[in-house]
């Protein structure tokens, strides 16, 4: 089965991907499928423990193989891991297929997420990684990314909006 997804949401955790993917593949009729989903059921573990289990290029390598599956299968609405768009060969797949991204500021990043150990990126000084995380990715989103769409200070109905709009 070779399908394309109409479209796929990248950015960095906690923007919003999977509340605005189900509303926005509510809003288009379509199914949803994220790519974190998709590695905890076939791993049978949480994002979390295979980080501290097997280290994040481990996570890296089965994340790689994941996005690469769903993009062939899921003609829906699919949403990325945020760091799935470090991996080159993930970036080049993208070419060709309508991708957003959700943008939020770094005190926004903050604000939104916290010190949260269920994200393994962050369980240490959130601020200093985010901005760390920032700097490191927006240029990738950017790069695969066909429509930015900033989500600071706007409700999960406003980004889907926002996102039909774009799209
Ligand atoms: C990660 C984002 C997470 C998850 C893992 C690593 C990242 O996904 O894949 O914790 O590197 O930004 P979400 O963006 O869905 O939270």
Redesign the pocket.
Known sequence: MSATPVVVLV?????G??TVGHLLAGRLGLGYR?T?DD?VTEQGRT??EI?VDDGEPA?RAI?KQTVRRALAEHDGVL?L????I?DPDTRELLAGVRVVYLSMDVEEAVKRTGLNAA???LAVNPRKQWRE?MEARRHLYEEVATAVVATDGRTPEEVTQAVLDAV
């Open positions: 950015g960095p955790m906690g923007v991907k999977s994220d974190d590695i994002v979390a980080f996570f994340e949403a891991g945020g760091g799935a470090l994200r393994p990126l995380l």
